[in-house]
């Protein structure tokens, strides 16, 4: 079975802080995301990475940075935390155009 | 800008009766298609996927997948209380040289007991 853990189920941070959410997938899958997924507005695409220390923008890259070091490991970060990104953080993996796994989400509240 | 609709419903049914979940998609060129089930607070699970023109059957659930008319659908038969919860149709699309999944908004199912 595909299994994606990321690191925390629940955060509350403070606004400014500088948040790190991490991911790592047990596949061998070359492919990460990283959604955020908000009522009526569905998943969004924030950052995706094909390959190690390779990223790409994805729809709302906006006040998000990514890293990829190592092939299992993909990490969020924001840079100074504001209450609009208060929302679920999801992670995926897949092998290439074939089906996304997600891990279990990240609930994040900015105050 | 390439999408993928979704009626957001709530599409109520009885209990045992067929739930019937239908998306459409805008890139003609897209090749693979996904049906996951998300509950409530939790993350995106797969239920199924489809490549071909057709019908693809697995236990209580059938896809259906049509391109020329662009739209692909989940039957659900005899459903049951526990199959409550919301369907993201999503589908595999060519954009900027790399693949990426566009994702409906969902549709919420309520199967009544």
């Known amino acids: 079975d595909v299994k994606v853990t990321q690191s925390s189920r629940y955060l509350v941070k403070r606004t400014g802080e500088k948040v790190f959410l991490e991911c790592v997938q047990d596949?061998?899958?070359?492919?990460m995301f990283w959604y955020r997924q908000d009522p009526g507005l569905g998943l969004r695409l924030i950052y995706f990475?094909?390959?190690?220390?390779?990223?790409e923008k994805g729809d709302i890259p906006e006040g998000y940075s990514v890293s990829r070091e190592k092939k299992e490991r993909f990490s969020l970060i924001l840079e100074s935390a504001s209450t609009n990104q208060t929302s679920m953080y999801l992670c995926?993996?897949?092998?290439?155009?074939?089906?996304?796994?997600f891990g279990p989400g990240t609930r994040l509240t900015v105050l | 800008q390439k999408e993928v609709e979704q009626n957001s419903g709530p599409l109520s049914v009885p209990e045992g009766a067929i739930a019937s979940l239908n998306c459409t998609y805008s890139?003609?060129?897209?090749?693979?298609f996904f049906w996951y089930r998300q509950y409530s607070g939790k993350s995106p699970e797969l239920i199924m996927f489809?490549?071909?023109?057709g019908d693809k059957e697995d236990g209580r659930f059938t896809a259906q997948l049509n391109k020329a008319s662009q739209y692909v659908s989940l039957l659900i038969r005899d459903s049951q209380p526990s199959d409550s919860a919301t369907y993201l149709c999503?589908?595999?699309?060519?954009?900027?040289?790399?693949?990426?999944?566009?994702f409906g908004s969902g549709t919420r199912l309520l199967v009544r007991p």
């Open positions: 489809i490549y071909s023109n």
């Open positions: 596949m061998d899958h070359e492919n």
């Open positions: 995926a993996s897949s092998h290439g155009a074939d089906t996304q796994y």
């Open positions: 890139d003609r060129g897209s090749q693979s």
């Open positions: 999503a589908v595999n699309t060519l954009m900027d040289s790399s693949y990426k999944l566009i």
């Open positions: 990475s094909y390959d190690v220390k390779m990223k």
